[in-house]
């Protein structure tokens, strides 16, 4: 459990810190949305075009993983999308939520966690899961809030649109900017990486500020802690259950394997769907709260998840 806590306790310290800026007035009340800005203009698109730029096809090509861990990220999305929009959610806030029950935060807590536990062995599937949360997820993701406030304008030009959207959405454009330069062959030069590092490296703490700032608003109390707890038990148990039956009993992976992509699959919700929900001027309240919830969840479900790793033969 120390092991575990040594990992999370930073990403409350932000959070606090943020937290406390903003009650102190440390930080104005605009800080919350330039901050998001940066992280969403800058530095995220730093990280994922130094991703997929630097992603080999022996790392990507793991189809039994992609398979187990994208099938369950999948099917948790869906669900959760199709519940919120039953509830009587605009699409765009319900693809919001949708993502906070399934983005797993793989590369603030994910990589050193696998390290900790596996080794170097750890990287590369954590680089998938990476990839696929960050990119393929968040693309899908994207997508769906374009279609719902293209929806609201016109709906015979919905499809223009959201193309329109997510072609000029940084979050799209640098991991494909990032894919077409690996496959391209041409690596990335020294300087630009280098550059690219210091300001992707920025993002996961500029987000978890941000978040901070964003809880410490004094808003009209609503009630949103019964739709928070769903989303956190999505997250925290379905998705590893569910990753768990598809690597172990449909794929038949290799017990370490069936191990990496449970321990991913479990991790809290990341900062990426309040980043989102920022960036479009969406309801960002449950997301938050679902932030918070699954990051102090994941303290005792990921130390009983490793517990259980340790007496697997």
């Given at each position: 459990m120390l092991s575990t806590l040594q990992i999370l306790v930073p990403i409350f310290?932000?959070?606090?810190?943020?937290?406390?800026?903003?009650?102190?007035?440390?930080?104005?009340?605009?800080a919350c949305s330039e901050l998001n800005r940066f992280v969403v203009w800058l530095a995220l698109p730093a990280l994922l075009f130094r991703i997929m730029a630097h992603a080999s096809w022996q790392q990507l090509y793991q189809p039994r993983f992609m398979a187990a861990f994208g099938l369950a990220c999948a099917a948790v999305f869906v669900a959760t999308l199709a519940w919120r929009i039953r509830a009587g959610?605009?699409?765009?806030?319900?693809?919001?939520?949708?993502?906070?029950?399934?983005?797993?935060?793989?590369?603030?807590?994910?990589?050193?966690?696998?390290?900790?536990?596996?080794?170097?062995?750890g990287l590369a599937p954590t680089t998938v899961a990476t990839l696929l949360v960050v990119s393929v997820l968040f693309a899908i993701a994207v997508a769906l809030v374009e279609l719902g406030l293209q929806t609201e304008r016109a709906l015979h030009?919905?499809?223009?649109?959201?193309?329109?959207?997510?072609?000029?959405?940084?979050?799209?454009?640098?991991p494909v900017a990032g894919a077409l330069l690996a496959a391209s062959g041409v690596g990335v030069p020294a300087g630009l990486d280098t550059f690219l590092g210091m300001l992707g490296a920025a993002a996961s703490p500029c987000a978890l500020v941000c978040l901070g700032l964003f809880l410490a608003e004094k808003r009209t109390p609503t009630d949103t802690a019964r739709e928070s707890l769903a989303l956190?038990?999505?997250?925290?148990l379905v998705q590893p259950a569910l990753t768990w039956w598809l690597a172990a009993r449909v794929f038949g992976m290799p017990a370490a394997l069936v191990n990496m992509a449970v321990l991913l699959a479990a991790l809290p919700t990341g900062t990426g769907p309040f980043m989102l929900a920022e960036?479009?001027?969406?309801?960002?309240?449950?997301?938050?709260?679902?932030?918070?919830?699954?990051?102090?969840?994941?303290?005792?479900?990921?130390?009983v998840l490793l517990r259980l790793m340790s007496h697997t033969p």
């Open positions: 310290a932000l959070i606090l810190a943020g937290f406390v800026c903003r009650r102190r007035a440390i930080l104005g009340p605009a959610r605009h699409l765009a806030d319900a693809s919001v939520e949708a993502i906070a029950a399934s983005y797993a935060n793989t590369a603030y807590i994910g990589f050193p966690l696998t390290l900790m536990v596996f080794g170097d062995a030009k919905a499809g223009l649109g959201v193309l329109r959207g997510m072609s000029r959405n940084p979050l799209i454009v640098a956190v038990a999505g997250k925290l960036f479009y001027r969406r309801e960002a309240h449950v997301t938050a709260r679902t932030i918070l919830l699954s990051t102090a969840g994941s303290l005792i479900s990921l130390t």
